[in-house]
């Protein structure tokens, strides 16, 4: 959502005398509100929420499987979305249309998501399919917008996730030559590299110059990866765990692959939110672990697990800033707005967006 649409969107902008509350009078009124509403009020809470939301989350989980989760859930009439704006949005094509899904401040927007507008990607398309032909077969990472999962459902692709990127691009292979990867070309890149895919056969669409980024002939490129990228996961670096090994080198580094190909090659291992989750738990007493993901999510691994040496792979990381704008101020005013009958930040894909983008989630919960 671009800041113009904020600003129209001004009536959805928290009231200034919530952020002089006290945190313990908003618990309060926040577990008053979810006991009066019961069933009716479901919260789900991303990974990297802070503490003070993730307390009142009925689920915690990443991005699709909150939105599915949502998706069972037929009796709450109001899902109050803590993550950011895709996240909702991905909800409010899942569920029911009695349902209202509410994005406690619009601002929570994500800036990979961002990365990749309609306007480029048609662009985009059309200059690629000059160059190619119909050899190209469009997949999209579901942190994206609805309007470039629709684009992608339009034209035959399918969503991917950080879990299951290598099935759907091993699928996408059997459709097409090529694949164009939206909008994170790190996970793309990693991904394909798994896959067997050399780095010289895989070129970068730069969408500010509108132009394809490639040193190999044209003839040779499998994979197209948008010029995107995470903010948070860009900024860990191969000096960081250079650091790290240096002052431990019995230490595991584990890292998720929206890090670059630089980054997860000289990691122990990567994987989705989950299965870094998963990986810790299982991991032995006295373990010793560098995480590069998200700081919220390291710190609340780091309380879940005193047993184990846990640290930040980037001692200097902040939490992902845009993430971070749902707070507890922002959940008890949209609570609040509930109770009210007059609720604020609530997210509606139009129908049209709504069916080519659901074509691409089925196709990939097909697949998988």
Not at 38 to 53: A, N, W
Not at 60 to 88: P, R
Not at 335 to 347: D, M, N, R, T
Request: aromatic share 6%; with cysteine; proline share 4%.
């Amino acid at each position: 959502m671009s800041i113009l649409d904020v600003i129209k969107q001004s009536n959805d902008m928290m009231p200034e005398c919530y952020k002089g509350m006290s945190r313990k009078d908003m618990e309060t009124r926040v577990a008053a509100i979810k006991k009066k509403f019961g069933s009716r009020l479901f919260i789900p809470g991303h990974h990297y929420q802070k503490d003070e939301v993730i307390q009142f989350a009925d689920q915690t989980g990443d991005s699709l499987q909150l939105a599915q989760i949502a998706e069972k859930n037929k009796e709450a009439d109001y899902i109050v979305f803590c993550g950011v704006h895709f996240m909702a949005e991905t909800a409010d094509m899942l569920t029911g249309e009695q349902q209202t899904v509410i994005l406690p401040d619009m601002r929570a927007g994500c800036s990979m998501a961002d990365m990749a507008d309609m306007q480029q990607t048609n662009r985009a398309w059309e200059k690629l399919q000059h160059t190619f032909g119909d050899t190209i077969i469009p997949l999209t990472y579901v942190n994206s917008t609805a309007e470039i999962k629709a684009f992608v459902g339009k034209h035959g692709g399918a969503t991917v996730t950080s879990s299951n990127a290598k099935k759907v691009l091993e699928w996408a292979f059997t459709q097409k030559k090529r694949i164009l990867f939206l909008p994170d070309q790190h996970l793309g890149r990693n991904t394909a590299y798994d896959l067997g895919i050399a780095l010289e056969d895989m070129a970068v669409w730069d969408p500010m110059k509108d132009e394809l980024v490639t040193e190999s002939d044209h003839k040779n490129v499998k994979v197209i990866l948008w010029k995107g990228h995470c903010s948070v996961h860009e900024k860990f670096t191969p000096k960081n765990i250079h650091d790290v090994r240096e002052r431990d080198p019995d230490i595991q580094i584990i890292v998720h692959p929206e890090c670059s190909h630089e980054v997860v090659t000289l990691s122990d291992d990567s994987g989705s939110t989950k299965y870094i989750i998963d990986t810790i738990n299982k991991a032995p007493a006295g373990s010793k672990w560098a995480i590069g993901t998200e700081m919220n999510l390291v710190q609340r691994i780091i309380q879940e697990h005193p047993d184990k040496q846990i640290e930040s792979l980037n001692p200097d990381m902040c939490p992902c800033l845009t993430m971070n704008r749902i707070d507890l101020p922002h959940l008890l005013w949209s609570l609040e707005q509930i109770e009210k009958g007059e609720p604020s930040g609530v997210i509606k894909v139009p129908k049209a967006i709504q069916q080519n983008a659901l074509l691409a989630l089925n196709r990939m919960l097909a697949i998988t």
